[in-house]
């Protein structure tokens, strides 16, 4: 993949401020959503990746 345009969307996780968020943009690189993530919802979102990597290492 050479460009975030044939990636279509992107998602991406940043803190700021202390806060955290998950910034999802478009293939035109413009945000789709912003979404600010409490301690809980981190750690929900946290486990889910560590399923689905440990399913695609299943594959």
Same mark, same amino acid.
């Given at each position: 993949m050479? *460009?975030?345009a044939e990636? $279509? $969307?992107?998602?991406?996780?940043?803190v700021e401020g202390g806060v955290r968020v998950l910034?999802?943009?478009?293939a035109q690189v413009k945000p789709v959503a912003v979404v600010k993530? *409490?301690?809980?919802q981190y750690r929900i979102w946290r486990t889910q990746l560590a399923v689905v990597a440990?399913?695609?290492n299943e594959i």
């Amino acid at each position: 993949m050479d *460009s975030l345009a044939e990636a $279509h $969307h992107a998602l991406y996780f940043y803190v700021e401020g202390g806060v955290r968020v998950l910034l999802w943009q478009n293939a035109q690189v413009k945000p789709v959503a912003v979404v600010k993530l *409490s301690g809980e919802q981190y750690r929900i979102w946290r486990t889910q990746l560590a399923v689905v990597a440990t399913d695609k290492n299943e594959i």
